[in-house]
Nanobody, 120 residues
Framework: EVKFVESGGGSVQAGGSLRLTCTAS????????MAWYRQAPGNGCELVST???????FYADSVKGRFTISQDNAKNTVYLQMNSLKPDDTAVYHC??????????????WGQGTGVTVSS
């Protein structure tokens, strides 16, 4: 059974930092690319960042230069370091594996997500 345990969210002021952690289970972690998505209140689900098996990464324009994705295959864990946070980053953040259907990325099918609130 696929499961994600996301943590590290919280409330910070604009300009602050948080590091999100997602520990995965139920599949061969180092065979998959991983991603972070987010959903702000009243908004749709948005792809934030991906990391592929070869270590290459992708960032949405809105977070480029501020967020860094990384992973530790030995711990089945993917991280999202978030710096220079803005109020627009307020959302529930979910991690996903590449083999799962992305239209369910912000559902609670495999994990509850972790909430981030950035105040101005």
């Amino acid at each position: 059974e696929v499961k994600f345990v996301e943590s590290g969210g919280g409330s910070v002021q604009a300009g602050g930092s948080l590091r999100l952690t997602c520990t995965a289970s139920g599949f061969t972690f180092d065979d998959q690319g991983m991603a972070w998505y987010r959903q702000a209140p009243g908004n749709g689900c948005e792809l934030v960042s991906t990391i592929h098996k070869d270590g290459s990464t992708f960032y949405a324009d809105s977070v480029k230069g501020r967020f860094t994705i990384s992973q530790d295959n030995a711990k089945n864990t993917v991280y999202l370091q978030m710096n220079s946070l803005k109020p627009d980053d307020t959302a529930v953040y979910h991690c996903m594996a590449g083999f799962l259907p992305s239209h369910y990325a912000c559902s609670n099918l495999w994990g509850q997500g972790t909430g981030v609130t950035v105040s101005s």
